[in-house]
């Protein structure tokens, strides 16, 4: 475990900190699986009470690739396109490190909104 690794409710709230982000459990036969959503569209999913804690994260497939060469802690997304998803294992990387996955998700998730959606959450 990193030193100053996220709790679950670290990783949530600062989910729920990123601008127009909503959290919903929409699969019935995985209640468990949380989903953060920017303007409808998946950005993160994790199981919140899971140990070790674990996030998917939409991510660019050459820099998907690179980070999966690079630590051991990020793999390609479990049950999800692998070319554009990582599932990270949280305690086994800084926090800064993870915040800053998470955000770049979310980010490209809003790339892809219509421009009026991604003026009103202030990425043009």
Excluded at 12 to 29: A, I, K, M, Q, V
Excluded at 53 to 64: G, H, Q, T
Excluded at 85 to 99: D, G, K, S
């Amino acid at each position: 475990m990193t030193p100053r690794a996220l709790t679950a409710g670290a990783v949530r709230s600062y989910c729920l900190g990123l601008n127009g982000t909503s959290e919903d459990t929409p699969f019935p036969r995985n209640a468990e699986l949380t989903v953060f959503r920017v303007g409808g569209k998946i950005f993160a999913f994790c199981a919140l009470e899971e140990t070790p804690l674990k996030i998917s994260l939409k991510c660019d497939p050459e820099e998907a690739l690179r980070l999966r060469e690079a630590y051991g802690a990020i793999v390609p997304g479990w049950h999800l396109n692998k070319r554009h998803w990582n599932t990270v294992t949280v305690a086994e990387l800084p926090a800064r490190m993870v915040r800053e996955l998470i955000e770049d998700s979310y980010d490209l998730v809003v790339s892809g909104l219509p421009k009026a959606e991604r003026l009103r959450l202030d990425r043009p």
